[in-house]
């Protein structure tokens, strides 16, 4: 079975620019999540979907950041304008929908913003 | 509010050696979830296991093994004659049984020696 898939791997971008990260999650899973790790602020939990509905922003850094998540197999987080202390790993992740189940983690995006 | 502390930041043992990694936790909740997770030097978050806060009952998978107390609101992990491929990143995780809200710890990176 396919895991949850991210892309890109690695996004290197200047400053101001717009960046997107992608994630599928894993067929069958109703929740989506978005997390971004740091060595500074470790794995924080930027938002999360259920069915397709954020349900939990609270974790956005700030207005600069938004997520989409318009249909069950496909999800956006979006930078816009990009700064340099937005340089981190984002982790998509996936669960099933019984409250408190594990997530499955998809490889991860490391975005550097110069 | 809840918070998940692990304050070993780092381990080093040597091959074959037995290894403990401490988690505590603090929730209002009374019931809750807890997970530990492993992040391999390739960067990828790896589920190992998720505990429902009404059974303690301990647990062994292999070589790990996972002791629950309530009392001490404790999740602790060991790991039996640890082998180099055990080097890794390993995260404590705590989420309330009614939402999907994941806190993290800061994880405790173990180093294990040929």
């Known amino acids: 079975d396919a895991g949850v898939i991210q892309s890109p791997r690695h996004e290197v971008t200047e400053m101001g620019q717009e960046v997107t990260l992608r994630c599928k999650p894993i067929?069958?899973?109703?929740?989506l999540f978005w997390y971004r790790q740091t060595m500074m602020r470790g794995l924080e939990l930027l938002i999360y979907?259920?069915?397709?509905?954020?349900?939990?922003d609270s974790g956005m850094p700030e207005d600069r950041f938004s997520a989409k998540m318009p249909n069950a197999s496909f999800s956006t987080l979006k930078i816009q304008p990009s700064e340099p202390r937005d340089s981190a790993v984002y982790f998509c992740?996936?669960?099933?929908?019984?409250?408190?189940?594990?997530?499955?983690f998809g490889p991860g995006t490391r975005l550097t913003v110069t | 509010a809840q918070k998940v502390t692990q304050a070993q930041t780092e381990i080093s043992v040597v091959e074959k050696e037995d290894v403990t990694l401490d988690c505590v936790y603090e929730?209002?909740?009374?019931?809750?979830?807890l997970f530990w997770y492993k992040q391999p030097p390739s960067g990828e978050l790896v589920f190992l296991i998720r505990r429902n806060s009404f059974d303690e009952q301990n647990e062994i998978s292999g070589r790990y093994s996972w002791n629950f107390q309530k009392s001490t609101s404790s999740f602790n992990f060991t790991i039996t004659a640890s082998q180099v491929v055990d080097s890794a990143v390993y995260f404590c995780?705590?989420?309330?049984?009614?939402?999907?809200?994941?806190?993290f710890g800061a994880g405790t990176r173990l180093t294990v020696k040929p």
């Open positions: 995780a705590l989420s309330p049984y009614n939402n999907n809200d994941m806190r």
């Open positions: 067929s069958g899973h109703d929740y």
């Open positions: 929730t209002r909740d009374t019931t809750y979830y």
């Open positions: 979907f259920n069915n397709n509905v954020p349900i939990d």
């Open positions: 992740a996936s669960s099933a929908w019984d409250r408190g189940t594990e997530q499955y």
